[in-house]
T-cell receptor, first 111, second 116 residues
Framework: GEDVEQSLFLSVREGDSSVINCTYTDSSSTYLYWYKQEPGAGLQLLTY?????DMKQDQRLTVLLNKKDKHLSLRIADTQTGDSAIYFC???????????FGSGTRLQVQP | SAVISQKPSRDICQRGTSLTIQCQVD?????MFWYRQQPGQSLTLIATANQGSEATYESGFVIDKFPISRPNLTFSTLTVSNMSPEDSSIYLC?????????????FGPGTRLTVL
């Protein structure tokens, strides 16, 4: 079955860039997503990328996709304390409607 | 994007009882999903609920334990039956925006369940 993996923890200083990485195994992934979960809250969709794209930029967020290596990353520019949260990558497999989630990366932003 | 609400937002329940969680969407959607997030873990799909048909359950989840209703295109319920402490989790419903080029899924705020 499909598998999505992320590192568990990342700590950065306020104002620096954060890069959160994700690897997946399913070559038939159609869309890949990044969600943010703040303490005690649900999941907020941050951005997504279609599998035939290499890069997508949305304000402070840049998503890079290396389909050959099945590697996805989320870069947050000028990281703020309000960005502290757990970030989940997720993939949608072709022919399947539900998402498969990674384990989540806890981002800690230090002032 | 769809606006999704869940009730209750949290509950503390006794072992052996059942809890029904409601999910309400502000627009008609075809696909609704129920996920579970155990403490410190990622999300695991419980089942997919389409209006007018039986829910489709993932491996490891059964209808007797997690019965689901989907009476119309804006509402669904998930019941956690005969609860044990291992059922303590956040339960989230999500919907697929339709029709959508991106097949994006939006999530409700979750129901935080603690079983004593």
């Amino acid at each position: 079955g499909e598998d999505v993996e992320q590192s568990l923890f990342l700590s950065v200083r306020e104002g620096d860039s954060s890069v959160i990485n994700c690897t997946y195994t399913d070559s038939s992934s159609t869309y890949l997503y990044w969600y943010k979960q703040e303490p005690g809250a649900g999941l907020q969709l941050l951005t997504y990328i279609f599998s035939n794209m290499d890069m997508k930029q949305d304000q402070r967020l840049t998503v890079l996709l290396n389909k050959k290596d099945k590697h996805l990353s989320l870069r947050i520019a000028d990281t703020q304390t309000g960005d502290s949260a757990i970030y989940f990558c997720a993939e949608k497999e072709e022919g399947r409607r539900a998402l498969t989630f990674g384990s989540g990366t806890r981002l800690q932003v230090q002032p | 994007s769809a606006v999704i609400s869940q009730k209750p937002s949290r509950d503390i329940c006794q072992r052996g009882t059942s809890l029904t969680i409601q999910c309400q969407v502000d627009s008609q959607v075809t696909m609704m999903f129920w996920y579970r997030q155990q403490p410190g873990q990622s999300l695991t799909l419980i089942a997919t609920a389409n209006q007018g048909s039986e829910a489709t359950y993932e491996s490891g989840f059964v209808i007797d334990k997690f019965p689901i209703s989907r009476p119309n295109l804006t509402f669904s319920t998930l019941t956690v039956s005969n609860m044990s402490p291992e059922d303590s989790s956040i339960y989230l419903c999500s919907v697929e925006s339709a029709p959508s080029f991106t097949d994006t899924q939006y999530f409700g705020p979750g129901t935080r369940l603690t079983v004593l």
